[in-house]
């Protein structure tokens, strides 16, 4: 199979690390499962760093794009945050992870909202996808998409781990997004993100591990990683009634049409 992780965390290099922990081992190890790309997303300093590491390894076989962005999940990015993301134009593939989250307690709702605004306008400006994650805010989300997509540019991207309802996903498709399906699909209680993979078009589906989280069965209480990804990709299929090699076909074709390779 021919498999695209269309969402990756990397954590930021440490030299003390070993091999098979670091991002280069862990990249390696996804080549011989057969990915041959993958999206390392950001979300805070620390994660974007990460994700800026792993694109700039080098691994035979898979190709590595890097997503930078901030999802508020601890606090609101400052001015030197956001200094550092306009400095990222032009080596990074999207603008990600951006959120509403409304299950979240450390940053208000108002201020997610205005931050996630913020970084769809960037992603408009700059000609860039965004890898966006909402959880508890369907209204919420849909207005910041319909505020900043009604000019000029439009906005394009995946909603990345989506674990909503068919009517939140129609809504979504119908403003042009892919979606992104997770390991949770493999889950005994993952019925509702089956659900939502068999309804997706095969022109919007994506795969993804959201590694180092979520790891699917058999793999649970592992530290989750994109060479794992061949088992989502099986449970889709399934839902789908497919063959796994054609649902992991048409997601890597669809992220590879997204999420477009950079000069690094």
Request: net charge negative.
């Amino acid at each position: 199979m021919e498999l695209f992780d269309s969402h990756a965390h990397f954590p930021p290099p440490d030299p003390s690390a070993e091999e098979t922990g670091s991002a280069a081992g862990v990249l390696a190890r996804a080549a011989e499962a057969g990915v041959l790309g993958v999206l390392a997303v950001g979300g805070d300093r620390a994660a974007n760093e990460g994700a800026r590491a792993a694109a700039a390894c080098s691994v035979h076989g898979v190709s590595v794009l890097a997503a930078e962005g901030f999802d508020c999940a601890v606090s609101a990015p400052g001015r030197e945050d956001w200094d550092a993301l306009d400095a990222a134009r032009g080596r990074i593939s999207a603008i990600g992870e951006i959120a509403i989250d409304s299950t979240r307690g450390a940053v208000p709702l108002a201020v997610q909202i205005e931050v996630l605004r913020r970084q769809l306008e960037l992603a408009r400006e700059w000609d860039l996808p965004v890898s966006l994650h909402t959880r508890g805010a369907d209204a919420e989300t849909l207005a910041a998409i319909d505020a900043v997509a009604s000019r000029a540019g439009g906005l394009r991207g995946s909603v990345h781990c989506f674990t909503g309802t068919i009517e939140f996903e129609r809504e979504l498709l119908d403003r042009g997004f892919c979606i992104g399906i997770s390991g949770i699909a493999t889950f005994k209680g993952g019925g509702n993100v089956r659900d939502a993979a068999k309804y997706c078009p095969a022109d919007r589906l994506l795969l993804e591990t959201d590694s180092p989280y979520l790891a699917p069965v058999p793999f649970r209480g592992r530290r989750n990683e994109p060479a794992f990804i061949g088992r989502t990709a099986a449970a889709v299929a399934q839902a789908r009634g497919e063959r796994p090699e054609d649902a992991a076909a048409a997601a890597t074709a669809n992220a590879k049409n997204l999420f477009k390779e950079v000069e690094k």
